[in-house]
């Protein structure tokens, strides 16, 4: 096994509990890290349920700051080496808590990062979702969604399921290709929010930033 393990961020949004939408998001979390075994790459995940954060997520965008919780959540997420995110289809598109926590964070905070995209919804009517509506908001953000998106339709839970394109298959297909995206990458290093050199550039201190502003 490698040495630095690799961390996987998941986001549900589901809004009961339990959820269809966490459930394909722990299988496809479970099937990733089971590919990533096959390299021989240790995984860490994470999983966030966007409900025990909606009413931080609604304080951020009306404050414009986020409470330590969410914002600890925040860092997790963008400091992954890659991100399982999954959201219910509320009126063609993905729901509104989705669209909140994405709207709180920076712009360019998931830029070239790994995302395996999955929903779900009560009918496969839906599924066109993933293309027309979540996988333009990824590249809005500069993500790189891996090929495969995972959409889940109520019947795909049951005895009725679709046997053309079984929901196993198609959650194992993008769990590989989210996997391979993962190994192809450099783990991301941990790295001190709060060291200028970081943001200021190596060396530098915000003294340097002073001196600079007062024109020294």
């Not at 459930?23 to 966007?50: C, G, S």
């Amino acid at each position: 096994m490698t040495s630095v393990p690799r961390r996987i961020a998941v986001i549900s949004a589901g809004l009961s509990n339990p959820s269809s939408t966490r459930m394909l998001a722990d299988r496809l979390a479970a099937a990733t890290a089971k590919h990533l075994a096959e390299h021989d790459v240790q995984t860490e995940v994470d999983v966030f349920e966007l409900r025990d954060y909606a009413h931080d997520i609604t304080n951020n965008l009306l404050t414009g700051f986020a409470p330590p919780a969410l914002e600890s959540m925040i860092n997790a997420v963008v400091s992954a080496d890659a991100v399982i995110a999954v959201t219910p289809i509320f009126s063609t598109s993905y729901s509104g808590l989705f669209k909140s926590f994405i709207d709180v964070l920076d712009p360019d905070a998931l830029t070239g990062k790994p995302v395996l995209i999955g929903a779900n919804a009560g009918t496969a009517r839906h599924s066109l979702a993933i293309d027309y509506a979540i996988r333009p908001l990824f590249a809005y953000l500069h993500a790189e969604p891996v090929a495969t998106g995972v959409f889940a339709a109520s019947s795909d839970w049951g005895a009725t399921a679709d046997q053309v394109a079984p929901l196993g298959e198609r959650i194992e297909r993008g769990a590989r290709e989210l996997a391979e995206a993962i190994v192809r990458r450099q783990p991301v290093e941990d790295a001190d929010p709060y060291d200028p050199a970081n943001y200021l550039g190596e060396g530098r201190s915000f003294g340097h930033l002073l001196g600079g502003l007062a024109g020294e």
